[in-house]
């Protein structure tokens, strides 16, 4: 939800106070008018009926209207402490009527414990300095919920000044405070990573003043925020010789538009210098006038100490790459535009090729990269000189044996102590076997989770009967009814509706299988546990049912995971299907699944049964491969389950528990 959109909801429920505030106060002049009446004109019968008539008509508007715009009203009798409350009031504090007492001190009782004393006090205060009480508080509801609500009120007095009702009104903001609050800590990340980055930042206007700057760029500099925002010049920072070639950049900037990669050394406010990378783009106006710019500074000290330390010991390091076991490559810029090729190997990268001299240099050697992957490979190494950028790169390159193997490429730009780009170095690692595993990796999770949908084909049959069944039966009764000469509108729609659900809930079970069983690169995203915990054991419900098994979750509040959920959820149809087996002739057969967070920061989830249990010798042998106690078994399970979870840098684990077996494993939050 947007800014925009949040403060509109805003608005419109302001414009809806006020309108309500003002059709309460007209309620209540009403009902003080018809008071009046009866007194004054007992007689007159035909303006008693009138007046009430009014009210009537009054009071079924004031209940539309809070209906409509989920607002409540509410009076409290300060005389005789009795609390009224419309049934709108009464659906947003989600309390039976013939449940409340109907007091004050029963409505505190609703509020959140943290806000109690808050509320109460507002409102004191609001009764005895005779002004509008406006307050946000939470409610809290038995199953942990919360609610936000806004409650508005005005006091009426007597003629002594006594206090004798207030009238208010009770609106839920739940969404927009929740959309507020979110907003809210996204401004303030944004600005923690504004100030905290590792880079500099600043903005600069027109005149070249520092208008914004990180807490990085000031701790560099030693300068406090006020002494520079509005009052330095960025150019007053830098060292004498390089304000000139400033001016000139700044001024070529705001013309032409953003720069990239300029040198400059930056002047500290105790007078030393260290160097700077200079990155900006600008920001305009509607009319294309220039605002601002967007400034990053990296401290590339440490760099240019490395490129001085690399220019004294190139020869070194040409010994030393030609006894790596790395296959280390060079390509020299050799004040050539563009990428020319590359001029050294080191002997390591000629053992593998079997290529000599003579044929590796320039771009003689692309002639040895697998045609799929050549283009991609030249231009990836253009790019980088272009760019003069470092690049991670795979391909397959051709051995002295004539097999393809797959390399992974890492490269970096060469600078001089003064900046001059000298071409890419970089190293290549033969990486075929680590792809080989992971291919074969991926494919014993497909084949586990193909085994896991084979065990379950009974279950899912009869899941999907159920609703298909009760589809066909509402359709059916659809059919016999659109026979009939005057059919009931209302009672076929609500038949199809019926019968659109059940169909709605086979395609999800349907849906949940595909997902299950598809091969394809599975993507990680922000995952709530205890969720997909409720979603697998719903998934498996009816296997439980016929095995009578009991369930119990257990499940704390957690922050999410970043995992996929396919995979974690393999995880756990395999521990359930395994307690399933565990408790096969247990008389008791419980499956008790719990969460919670460990002191490391982790997620564990348990996994119990009461079944016949590990053997300790076998405790530590259940996530081999192949290791199974099932006729009907591959023994890949477990041993799946535990290369999931390690990827993710967690732990997983079996214990002895009583009579039965728990399995627990740990992601990282």
């Not at 330390?309 to 020869?315: D, K, P, T």
Request: charged content about 25%; hydrophobic content about 40%; glycine content about 6%.
């Amino acid at each position: 939800m947007t800014l925009s959109s949040v403060l509109g909801q805003i608005f419109l429920a302001a414009v809806i106070l006020v309108a309500l505030g003002g059709l309460l106060a007209l309620v209540w002049r009403q009902k003080t008018q018809n008071e009046r009446l009866r007194v004054q004109h007992a007689a007159d019968i035909g303006r008693h009926q009138q007046a009430e008539s009014e009210l009537r008509k009054s009071e079924t508007l004031l209940k539309e209207s809070q209906q409509l715009a989920q607002v409540g009203s509410w009076e409290l009798d300060l005389v005789n402490d009795i609390l009224y409350w419309s049934d709108e009031t009464y659906r947003i504090f989600e309390i039976d009527p013939a449940r409340f007492a109907a007091t004050y001190a029963a409505f505190l009782a609703t509020v959140h414990p943290d806000d109690r004393t808050l509320v109460n006090e507002a409102y004191t205060r609001s009764v005895q300095e005779r002004t509008p009480y406006n307050i946000v508080h939470r409610l809290l509801f038995a199953d942990g919920r919360l609610k936000y609500v806004r409650e508005w009120c005005e006091t009426f007095y007597g003629e002594a000044g006594q206090p004798l009702r207030s009238v208010g009104t009770t609106q839920d903001i739940t969404e927009q405070q929740l959309a507020y609050e979110a907003l809210r800590q996204s401004a303030a990340e944004i600005e923690d990573l504004y100030n905290n980055a590792p880079c500099g930042y600043h903005s600069l206007n027109e005149d070249g003043v520092i208008i914004r700057i990180n807490h990085t760029e000031l701790a560099w500099l030693g300068y406090r925020k006020d002494e520079v925002v509005g009052r330095m010049r960025f150019i007053d920072m830098l060292a004498p010789a390089d304000r000139a070639a400033f001016q000139s950049d700044f001024e070529r900037f705001m013309r032409t538009g953003s720069v990239q990669g300029i040198e400059y050394e930056l002047m500290r406010k105790d007078g030393s210098c260290f160097p700077v990378l200079l990155n900006a783009t600008p920001v305009h106006d509607a009319d294309g006038h220039f605002v601002k710019s967007r400034t990053t500074l990296f401290d590339i000290s440490a760099h240019m100490q490395a490129e001085k330390r690399l220019a004294e010991s190139e020869e070194r390091f040409r010994t030393m790459a030609d006894n790596a076991p790395n296959l280390i490559w060079m390509a020299d810029a050799a004040g050539q535009p563009g990428f020319q090729g590359c001029n050294f190997f080191n002997q390591r990268w000629h053992d593998f090729t079997g290529l000599p001299l003579a044929q590796t240099q320039g771009c003689l050697w692309l002639d040895i990269l697998h045609p799929e992957d050549r283009a991609r490979c030249l231009e990836t190494y253009r790019t980088a000189f272009e760019q003069m950028t470092p690049f991670k790169l795979e391909y397959r390159l051709r051995r002295h044996d004539g097999i393809f193997r797959w390399l992974m490429d890492s490269g970096v730009p060469r600078f001089t102590s003064g900046g001059g780009f000298l071409g890419l170095i970089g190293s290549c690692i033969d990486i075929t076997d680590h792809k080989l595993f992971e291919e074969i990796r991926a494919e014993m999770e497909h084949v586990g989770r193909l085994n896991i949908a084979g065990e379950m084909v009974s279950s899912l049959a009869h899941e999907l009967s159920q609703p298909l069944s009760a589809a066909n039966n509402y359709l059916d009764a659809s059919l016999r009814r659109m026979e009939k000469n005057n059919w009931d509108k209302e009672a076929l729609h609500k038949s199809i509706r019926h019968a659109y659900v059940q169909t709605e809930r086979a395609g999800e079970i349907i849906n949940h299988l595909k997902n299950l069983v598809r091969k394809q690169k599975q993507e990680c995203s922000a995952l709530e546990i205890n969720a997909l915990i409720k979603d697998t054991v719903g998934f498996m419900e009816y296997e439980l049912q016929q095995h009578f098994i009991q369930t119990a979750l257990e499940l704390s509040a957690l922050p999410p995971v970043l995992a996929n959920r396919v995979e974690i959820e393999q995880v756990l149809i395999n521990l359930i299907k395994n307690a399933i087996d565990s408790m096969a002739s247990s008389e008791r057969r419980e499956l008790r699944i719990t969460t919670r967070m460990i002191e490391s920061g982790a997620i564990m989830v348990s996994v119990r049964d009461s079944g016949k249990g590990i053997a300790a010798a076998e405790l530590d042998k259940v996530f081999n491969p192949f290791q199974t106690s099932k006729p009907e078994g591959l023994g890949l399970g477990l041993s799946i389950c535990r290369s999931m979870i390690e990827n993710y840098g967690g732990q997983i684990w079996a214990e002895q528990n009583g009579s039965g077996a728990e399995f627990k494993f740990t992601i990282p939050a």
